[in-house]
C-alpha cells in the first residue's frame, strides 16, 4: 500500500518538475528565500544530508565550504538538482526517506524544506531520520503545517484532496507532532507566517 502511494508521489513530482521552479517563484521570492537563508544560517560547514533536495533550491544557502548530501525520490526533480550542482559540492541519489541508505548514526546534521508535507508516511520517514541522525545531532525543518485557528484548519482540511491530486502535497499535516512520534523533541520553533509556515530545530529525545 505505502508502495502504491509513494510511486504515486515519485509520478506526480516526476511530472510537475519541468514548472516546479517557475510555479514556486514568486513565493521564493517574496518569501521562501529569506526563510531558507534564515534556516541554513544554523548549520555549520561540515557535511550534512538534505532530504527532499527537490530541484536544488536550497544550494545558493548551503554554508560556503559545506559538504551536501541531497536525497529525493523523483528522478526529474534530481535532474533540476543536478544542474544547479555543477561547481558545488553536491552528491545526489535518487532515494526514499522512507527507506535510507545509510548505517544508523551516519550524520550530525539533517535538513529538509517542505518536504513532510508530501512523503507519504511523514512518521516512517522522520524515523529513518532519527536512526541515521547521531544521538547529539540536529534536524532542521522548514514547513508548512495545518493552522492552530479552527476556521482556517477546517477550510485546509476541506481543500486538502485538491493539492494532494494534484501536487502530492497534503496542506493539513500536524507535522510536529509527527516529528514527537518519531523519537524527537523540539528544541525550537518559529511561526513564519501565521501559524502556517514554521521553521524548526529538532533533537533525538
Ligand atoms: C515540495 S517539494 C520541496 C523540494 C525542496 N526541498 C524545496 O524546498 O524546494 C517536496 C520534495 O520531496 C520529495 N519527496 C516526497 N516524498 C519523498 C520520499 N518519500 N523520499 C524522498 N523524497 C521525497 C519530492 O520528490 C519533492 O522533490
Given amino acids: 500500500m505505502m508502495e502504491t502511494t509513494t510511486s504515486i508521489t515519485r509520478n506526480k513530482y516526476n511530472r510537475n518538475s519541468g514548472l516546479y521552479d517557475l510555479f514556486e517563484f514568486p513565493a521564493e521570492i517574496l518569501l521562501y528565500g529569506r526563510w531558507r537563508k534564515q534556516l541554513f544560517s544554523n548549520i555549520g560547514n561540515q557535511k550534512f544530508l538534505e532530504v527532499g533536495v527537490g530541484t ?85 525543518l522548514l514547513e508548512h503545517v495545518l493552522p492552530e485557528n479552527k476556521i482556517l484548519a477546517k477550510l485546509f482540511n476541506a481543500f486538502n484532496f485538491i493539492t494532494v491530486k494534484r501536487g502530492g502535497f497534503f496542506i493539513n499535516r500536524r507535522t510536529a507532532e509527527n516529528v514527537k512520534a518519531a523519537g524527537f523533541r523540539i528544541v525550537k520553533e518559529n511561526n513564519l507566517l501565521s501559524t502556517v509556515f514554521k521553521s524548526f530545530i529538532f533533537e533525538p529525545g
Fill in 56 to 140: 536544488g533550491k536550497n544550494f545558493n544557502y548551503h554554508p560556503a565550504g559545506s559538504m551536501a548530501i541531497g536525497v529525493d525520490l523523483s528522478e526529474g526533480m534530481l535532474r533540476k538538482a543536478k544542474l544547479k550542482s555543477k561547481q558545488k559540492t553536491k552528491i545526489l541519489i535518487q532515494t526514499d526517506i522512507q527507506h535510507l541508505p545509510f548505517a544508523d548514526a551516519t550524520f550530525d546534521q539533517v535538513v529538509a524544506t517542505f518536504v513532510f508535507c508530501s512523503v507519504p508516511d511523514p512518521v516512517v520517514g522522520l524515523r529513518e531520520i532519527r536512526r541515521i541522525l547521531k544521538p547529539d545531532g540536529k534536524l532542521y
